[in-house]
């Protein structure tokens, strides 16, 4: 078994005053001061980091020496799968433990994004679609396609995306990492204005996650260093699945890879949906996330918007959904995505996630995806020690 010890995260958004070595080396000496492991006694460094030539550091694995001076010499390696890029390096991670190789990993999540402008970002996203088909396509144009296809086949959705968007926005209130504190009502959310003008029909802004940078970072040890260490969180499970890129290719409203993964995690831990007490999961878009929930398993497909009438996906709920704020409103610093969600997810699961807390979770879900439902990861953390 590998075990989550300790974590660090930056606060995400328009963070003018820290470059990517800055943002690697907070994160970083955060996770192992939280810890309480040594910086000597790191074996590896894996570095979630998407880039796709938004920042000129085009090899920032070894960036992360600059956290401490333990740390020179030791092997350092950059992951890149897209958005999902933070998980790739966690599982990375998790494979060489598993392996025998290391017995302490470090894991850093870091993007640097808002220094660009909005097409200069949307430009560099859309890097990660099929280039032979969907080139030149931005990420909300492909996410409105999902939207679109979504309203054609279920009736319009308009005010179910609102409910997600006008949900996360106000449980990132409770979130002091979070880039975005304003709270936004469904009305607001569903309404086009000025303030709230479309993007790709049927999506709005509020429809839309945020530019950000940030950084989030993981020890992760071998099980036989469990005494040594005050607080674990347990990977129960993982599960990575990979679909085909090309979206012609797919049935979009099925969301298969995303459901692959989420269901064989819950195999491989021995649960269902219904043992789940709180998730993180991919909102890149409010119609990613109402296609989660029927992914995940809460409803059949179609049928997403019960869960938020019913109030199953919010603080109090029988299985609350991003109660970090979610990208929608927390931010989607790409590549630190995947390691934040890890962090979230093992605070819940030990009871230190201070005002987002799900009281009494013991079992939480991470789903992290790159692309349109491409590189799925989806993880099964349990709380075992502090």
């Known amino acids: 078994m590998v075990y989550i010890a300790g974590w660090g995260h930056t606060k995400f958004g328009k ?3 820290m470059d990517l070595q800055d943002l690697i080396v907070a994160a970083g000496q955060e996770a192992l001061m939280d810890a309480g492991i040594p910086a000597a006694d790191v074996d590896g460094i894996w570095v979630g980091h998407f880039n796709a030539g938004m920042v000129p550091d085009g090899f ?65 996203l859309g ?27 279920y009736g319009d959705h308009t005010r179910t995306l609102a409910k997600i968007a006008a949900k996360n926005h106000a449980n990132a209130m409770k979130n002091p990492l979070a880039q975005l504190h304003k709270e936004l009502d469904e009305e607001f959310c569903a309404t086009v204005s000025d303030r709230n003008p479309v993007v790709a029909a049927p999506l709005k802004v509020t429809d839309c996650s945020l530019i950000s940078d940030g950084a989030a970072a993981l020890v992760m040890v071998a099980e036989d260093l469990l005494p040594a260490v005050s ?49 993180e999961v991919h909102d890149c878009f409010t119609i990613a996330e109402l296609l989660i929930y029927e992914s995940m398993g809460l409803a059949a497909h179609g049928h997403g918007a019960d869960v938020l009438e019913a109030g199953t996906v919010y603080p109090g709920g029988k299985l609350p959904v991003n109660l970090s704020g979610g990208l929608k409103a927390k931010g989607h610093p790409v590549g630190a995505t995947g390691v934040s969600m890890h962090t979230l997810v093992a605070r819940q699961v030990l009871g230190q996630a201070d005002e987002m807390q799900r009281p009494g979770a013991e079992l939480g879900l991470v789903f992290n995806m790159g692309g349109s439902g491409v590189a799925n990861y989806a993880s099964i953390l349990e709380g075992v020690k502090g």
């Open 127 to 153: 890097h990660a679609a099929y280039q032979r088909e969907e080139a030149g396509m931005s990420f909300p144009g492909v996410f409105a396609q999902f939207a679109q296809a979504y309203f054609e086949k």
């Open 231 to 279: 607080k674990a969180a347990k990977f129960r499970s993982v599960a990575q699945i990979n679909d085909v890129l090309p979206m012609s290719q797919r049935d979009l409203l099925k969301f298969e890879g995303p459901r692959r993964a989420i269901h064989t995690a819950y195999e491989r831990a021995g649960i269902t949906v219904d043992d789940v007490d709180v998730a």
């Open 15 to 17: 963070l003018t005053d």
């Open 60 to 124: 920032p694995s070894s960036l992360s020496l600059a956290i401490h001076d333990g740390l020179r010499y030791k092997p350092a390696t950059r992951l890149e799968n897209a958005c999902a890029s933070g998980s790739a390096a966690v599982f990375a991670a998790r494979q060489a433990i598993l392996a025998g190789e290391v017995k302490v990993a470090l894991v850093i999540g870091v993007e640097k994004m808002t220094h660009l402008s909005t097409p200069d970002v949307t430009a560099a």
